[in-house]
């Protein structure tokens, strides 16, 4: 089945830089990606989504970059905010099966 | 329009209580999963649902996990003779589609087996 490994699993960044997490995965079949984000205590909410048909997708200060042959896809926040610390998780399913698999957990603290 | 709920959102229950969880997906959605979380990790999967049909609960842990949905809406994850390691946060969700659509999710139920 899919496996899903994220990193780094802490990240801390000063306000304004950027932050990066990295997630890979082992089922090449695999062709959906969401990104979730989960303040403490809360339920995780979509940020940004991917499709294997798409190699980038950007959302205001955020972003997602695919690479299919190496099975890896990244999260990228610029300008990074307060506001913006939470729990980040990567997630990878493959359509007709719905299970969303997820990484572990990257805890992005952003100084002010 | 209203997100996913659930209930309730604190469950303590002493070891070999049953427990029964409820989930209130968005009106329409005809995907429902559950999910579980242990204290910082990632969900895992357990059970999905399309309308009242039961296709997945390959990530059920033991005979004691039990779901339904029975008139195609609302969901309940019954926990018998609950144990210890069975504390985590009850996670679900809903999606619109039959395929690869958002999963969207409810606030979760915070379980703590005694």
């Known amino acids: 089945g899919e496996n899903v490994e994220q990193h780094p699993s802490t990240l801390s960044v000063q306000e304004g830089d950027s932050a990066v997490i990295k997630c890979t995965y082992s089922d090449s079949a695999s062709n959906y990606f969401p990104w979730y984000k989960q303040e403490l205590g809360k339920r995780p909410q979509l940020i940004i989504d991917?499709?294997?048909?798409?190699g980038e997708k950007k959302d205001q200060r955020i972003a997602v970059t695919l690479n299919k042959t190496a099975k890896h896809f990244s999260l990228h926040i610029t300008e990074t905010q307060p506001e913006d610390s939470a729990v980040y998780f990567c997630?990878?399913?493959?359509?007709?099966?719905?299970?969303?698999?997820f990484g572990t957990g990257t805890r992005l603290l952003v100084s002010p | 329009g209203a997100g996913v709920s659930q209930s309730p959102r604190y469950k303590v229950a002493k070891r070999g209580q049953d427990v029964a969880l409820r989930c209130d997906p968005i009106s329409g959605h005809v995907s429902l999963f559950w999910y579980q979380q242990a204290l910082g990790q990632g969900p895992e999967f357990l059970t999905y649902?399309?309308?009242?049909?039961?296709?997945?609960k390959s990530g059920l842990p033991s005979d004691r996990f039990f779901a339904e949905r029975p008139e195609g809406s609302v969901s309940t994850l019954k926990i018998q003779r609950t144990q210890q390691e069975d504390s985590a946060v009850y996670l679900c969700a809903s999606s619109s589609g039959t395929f690869t659509d958002t999963q969207y999710f409810g606030p979760g139920t915070r379980l703590t087996v005694l």
């Open positions: 997630a990878a399913t493959l359509t007709g099966f719905q299970k969303l698999v």
């Open positions: 649902f399309q309308n009242e049909a039961q296709l997945d």
């Open positions: 991917i499709r294997s048909n798409v």
